[in-house]
T-cell receptor, first 112, second 114 residues
Framework: SQQGEEDPQALSIQEGENATMNCSYKTSINNLQWYRQNSGRGLVHLILIRSNEREKHSGRLRVTLDTSKKSSSLLITASRAADTASYFCATDADTGGFKTIFGAGTRLFVKA | KAGVTQTPRYLIKTRGQQVTLSCSPISGHRSVSWYQQTPGQGLQFLFEYFSETQRNKGNFPGRFSGRQFSNSRSEMNVSTLELGDSALYLC?????????????FGPGTRLTVT
């Protein structure tokens, strides 16, 4: 079973607009990561936020983490057509080995 | 620095057969994780190997197995294939010295079981 639930499942926006995706998880985590996947290819790591951090920025990406609500959000500002992809959140809990659990993903479509 | 490579990229097998997939991690990475991705179940963790030892395993039947060699290359094997095993199999490598080390994913092997 998956750890994270993402919201929305799909999002369609115009180029230049901001896109916000949300992720909720169930258990205690050590960190939360966001990945991008283009058309069934391999995943690309976007950003990692540790459990003791609340917000992190990387270029046009802004990630927040609220451990009390067990939720995170990914904001992509000034979106581009090239941002069209599926976005996944993933959590790592130290279970005596590392086990990354992915959410169901949000499919983002940016219209030019 | 070469990325994670997976072979083969595409594979078609028949129910009941077995299959072996290969993953070569980034040079210097000692951790390799395997994931199965299907439209219905999404991305699911299969197992992780670190220095030839399986450190963690997901909730998959014993038909799914793996191993890691001394050069960190990893293979996963699926025996007695079922139609539901059709999926994109992704491997990821990491230095994994500590939690939070980034994982680098390969392009995946797309397995179709007929």
């Amino acid at each position: 079973s998956q750890q994270g639930e993402e919201d929305p499942q799909a999002l369609s926006i115009q180029e230049g607009e901001n896109a916000t995706m949300n992720c909720s998880y169930k258990t205690s985590i050590n960190n939360l990561q966001w990945y991008r996947q283009n058309s069934g290819r391999g995943l690309v790591h976007l950003i990692l936020i540790r459990s003791n951090e609340r917000e992190k920025h990387s270029g046009r990406l802004r990630v927040t983490l609220d451990t009390s609500k067990k939720s995170s959000s990914l904001l992509i500002t000034a979106s581009r057509a090239a941002d069209t992809a599926s976005y996944f959140c993933a959590t790592d809990a130290d279970t005596g080995g590392f086990k990354t659990i992915f959410g169901a993903g949000t499919r983002l479509f940016v219209k030019a | 620095k070469a990325g994670v490579t997976q072979t083969p990229r595409y594979l078609i097998k028949t129910r009941g057969q077995q299959v072996t997939l290969s993953c070569s991690p980034i040079s210097g990475h000692r951790s390799v994780s395997w994931y199965q991705q299907t439209p219905g179940q999404g991305l699911q963790f299969l197992f992780e190997y670190f220095s030839e030892t399986q450190r963690n395993k997901g909730n998959f039947p014993g038909r799914f197995s793996g191993r890691q060699f001394s050069n960190s290359r990893s293979e996963m094997n699926v025996s007695t294939l079922e139609l539901g095993d059709s999926a994109l199999y992704l491997c990821a490598s990491s230095s994994r010295r500590s939690l939070g080390d980034e994982q680098y994913f390969g392009p995946g092997t797309r397995l179709t079981v007929t």
